[in-house]
């Protein structure tokens, strides 16, 4: 079996994502337990206790979630379609707030206002690689001392005009998503581990400092590790933290079990209108407090480094050790019952 490296996994002649492959310990650990192993980072200058932030969809992150995310040590990037927004800009009742999405048609008071509470300000699109979403970013900053998040790209191509426009993190993933139907729609996209690794080389070739964000793709605590081991900075959830008591939206009994619902920000619900569809809606089965969520990406997330001897984050970002796993390979990992 070939163990590879990242510059390997990044030149493999197929697109990958993270079922493909798998981290391999290659070593003997020095690290007794899994609680000595530290998941701290400082992403924009915020600290977290956890490299996870939640995506800024409507059915994901209001009010209540960036709270608790914060709460947590976490980020919640509060949707630009919350209710509560206005209230929030327009008081001193955003205490927990942090981060916030905005439009490319948001006004500049809107923003002015986001600036002034020193929130982080992530102009939700689905393709950054948009002139006006460079224009949009080069106005916010030539104009205002706050960070900003751009997104989504999949290829490092346009990296060195993000940050010459000034992003400071954008989102990696383009149709990756669970509701996300824009592969489906456009044809556009390749795995997430390929995406990942070709933005991170990008970055390294040309010496940037953007921040990457994973977005998209992770379905399980181990698959936040892969997206750490492969060099992103934060991973951003959204199926992951759906169906919690703190996400938007009412409990649904159906056939004896709860649901909330959870759909794409492209989605007919949130556009409301007949246009040109890129995102799904569903129900998930309820999950209760996000804490148990984030606990458990917690545990596993150190668990992780325990196996491939990484005290910290920075370590367990220098992974060299990988395997391509085929689909029985794959198969097998999952439990039987």
């Not at 919640?76 to 327009?90: C, K, P």
Request: charged share 25%.
């Amino acid at each position: 079996m070939k163990v590879y490296t990242k510059v390997e996994l990044n030149e493999f002649n197929q697109s990958l994502t993270y079922d493909d492959i798998s981290l391999i310990p290659t070593e003997v650990s020095r690290i007794k337990s899994r609680t000595e192993a530290s998941t701290n980072c400082t992403f924009l200058g915020l600290k977290l206790n956890v490299p996870v932030i939640s995506s800024p969809m409507d059915s994901v992150t209001g009010i209540e979630m960036a709270k608790e995310l914060s709460n947590l040590g976490s980020l919640g990037i509060l949707n630009r379609f919350d209710s509560s927004l206005d209230a929030v800009l327009n008081s001193k009742n955003g205490k927990g707030i942090k981060a916030v999405s905005i439009a490319l048609n948001s006004n500049l008071k809107t923003i002015e206002k986001i600036a002034e509470k020193n929130y982080l300000i992530c102009i939700d699109t689905a393709n950054a690689n948009n002139k006006e979403v460079l224009k949009k970013t080069e106005m916010i900053k030539k104009k205002f001392d706050v960070q900003v998040i751009i997104g989504n790209i999949a290829h490092g191509g346009s990296l060195q005009q993000l940050e010459n426009a000034g992003a400071d993190a954008v989102r990696v993933g383009i149709g990756s998503g669970s509701v996300c139907t824009t592969s489906i729609q456009t044809g556009i996209g390749i795995g997430q581990v390929s995406s990942l690794l070709n933005i991170l080389f990008a970055r390294k070739n040309k010496k940037l400092k953007i921040k990457i964000i994973a977005d998209g793709g992770v379905k399980s605590p181990g698959d936040v590790a892969k997206a750490i081991a492969l060099g992103a900075d934060v991973v951003m959830l959204g199926r992951m933290l759906s169906g919690t008591r703190e996400t938007p939206g009412e409990v649904i009994k159906y056939n004896g079990q709860l649901w909330k619902k959870y759909r794409g920000s492209a989605s007919f619900g949130v556009k409301m209108r007949n246009e040109f569809i890129e995102g799904e809606e569903t129900m998930v089965a309820y999950k209760g407090a996000v804490k148990s969520v984030i606990d458990g990406i917690s545990d596993g997330l150190k668990s992780s480094m325990s196996y491939m001897n990484c005290l910290n984050l920075e370590e367990l970002r220098k992974t060299e050790t990988f395997a391509i796993l085929s689909n029985s390979s794959y198969l097998e990992r999952l439990p039987r019952m």
